[in-house]
């Protein structure tokens, strides 16, 4: 089965597929709306085989639909039909947790995304929880993405936010019994040390989590336990 696979970003929509290792990138922002990014990508992916769609989508998804609209993206993403639009099978999930499902190496990992926000994930045994961990509370009644978002390192300096990352990749990883964290988005990029049990992440995993999201539990599993 061949996957055609969409990370849609504040800045770009990266077009993946089977075969292909690079991505094609289709600007967005606050003009995007989900018909023309459908109409942006069918144009770009003109010739090309897939039978499934698989989409990270930069926000809250229940049961495979968004939940809102994204704040840096245009308005219509809540109700679009995507299935119909692009004419295959869409899987639809939040995009940390599709880095997330890429990133996976088997047992218990919790995925965390250094970006604007906090992104986070949780796969156990090849099954799969998006997760909403950033507004947890978290130090003096404010919550984990204020101590670790963007804003925080602006705020606090790089050092600051540093030793707040690591406080809270232990927290997190000791409340949940992780075997081990991923840290991904494109602030990870900045540590220059990573905490104990904490791999580097990759923006590129979402080409990987894209494909996986099609297998059962039970051969995500099994990847894992090949470390693939």
């Given amino acids: 089965m061949k996957a055609l696979v969409l990370d849609i970003g504040?800045?770009?929509?990266?077009?993946?597929?089977?075969?292909?290792?690079?991505?094609?990138k289709i600007d967005s922002g606050r003009k995007m709306t989900?018909?023309?990014?459908?109409?942006?990508?069918?144009?770009v992916v003109g010739g090309w085989r897939y039978d499934v769609v698989s989409i990270g989508y930069p926000g809250p998804v229940m049961?495979?639909?968004?939940?809102?609209?994204?704040?840096?993206?245009?308005?219509?993403?809540?109700?679009?039909?995507?299935q119909k639009a692009f004419g295959r099978p869409v899987k639809i999930i939040n995009d940390a947790a599709m880095q997330a499902l890429g990133s996976y190496r088997g047992g218990r990992m919790l995925f965390l995304g250094l970006g604007t926000?906090?992104?986070?994930?949780?796969?156990?045994?090849g099954v799969l929880e998006p997760m909403e961990l950033a507004h947890l509370p978290y130090k003096r009644r404010k919550s984990f993405e204020d101590y670790v978002?963007?804003?925080?390192?602006?705020?606090?300096?790089?050092k600051k936010w540093v030793k707040n990352v690591f406080d809270v990749v232990a927290q997190l990883k000791n409340a949940l019994q992780a075997e081990y964290v991923v840290l991904g988005g494109g602030n990870s990029k900045r540590l220059t040390k990573l905490p104990p049990?904490?791999?580097?992440?990759?923006?590129?995993?979402?080409?990987?989590?894209?494909?996986?999201?099609?297998?059962?539990?039970?051969?995500?599993?099994a990847l894992g336990a090949a470390g693939d």
């Fill in 10 to 24: 504040g800045t770009h929509v990266k077009v993946y597929a089977t075969g292909r290792l690079e991505p094609v």
């Fill in 149 to 158: 978002g963007v804003a925080a390192l602006k705020r606090l300096g790089e």
């Fill in 34 to 43: 989900p018909e023309k990014m459908v109409k942006d990508v069918l144009a």
């Fill in 117 to 125: 926000g906090l992104g986070s994930a949780m796969i156990v045994d």
């Fill in 63 to 82: 049961h495979g639909k968004p939940l809102h609209d994204p704040a840096n993206l245009g308005k219509g993403w809540v109700g679009f039909d995507f």
């Fill in 197 to 221: 049990d904490t791999f580097q992440g990759a923006n590129e995993n979402a080409r990987e989590g894209g494909f996986r999201l099609w297998l059962s539990g039970a051969q995500r599993k």
